[in-house]
Nanobody, 125 residues
Framework: QVQLVESGGGLVQAGGSLRLSCAVS????????MGWFRQAPGKEREFVAA????????YYADSVKGRFTISRVNAQNTMYLQMNSLLPEDTAVYYC??????????????????WGQGTQVTVSS
């Protein structure tokens, strides 16, 4: 099992920045990628970004490319999402997720196997 705990959400004005953190514990050796997802009210959960645990390769949704940066610090078992130039449409509950290795699949693609409890991000206009 892998346990994930997010922190860092809050209220920010449009154009501002926030940094989300995800503390990872448990059987992390079985995971190959970590990701951030978000879910706005009345909408389905959507992929935001992913980082390969070993090597640090990243992948982003088009909607956040150039504004958000995903990173991880292996020694601290922590993943981050730096969010700049925030827009009101970025308002959502943000979830940290971990993905176990899956043969024959793209490294960042769902499904993800472990999830945090979520942290609210609200961007005011």
């Amino acid at each position: 099992q892998v346990q994930l705990v997010e922190s860092g959400g809050g209220l920010v004005q449009a154009g501002g920045s926030l940094r989300l953190s995800c503390a990872v514990s448990g059987r992390t050796f079985s995971t190959n990628a970590m990701g951030w997802f978000r879910q706005a009210p009345g909408k389905e959960r959507e992929f935001v970004a992913a980082v390969m645990w070993s090597g640090g390769i990243t992948y982003y949704a088009d909607s956040v490319k150039g504004r958000f940066t995903i990173s991880r610090v292996n020694a601290q078992n922590t993943m981050y999402l730096q969010m700049n130039s925030l827009l009101p449409e970025d308002t959502a509950v943000y979830y940290c997720a971990a993905r176990e290795r899956k043969l024959g699949s793209t490294w960042y693609a769902p499904p993800y196997d472990y999830w945090g409890q979520g942290t609210q991000v609200t961007v005011s206009s």
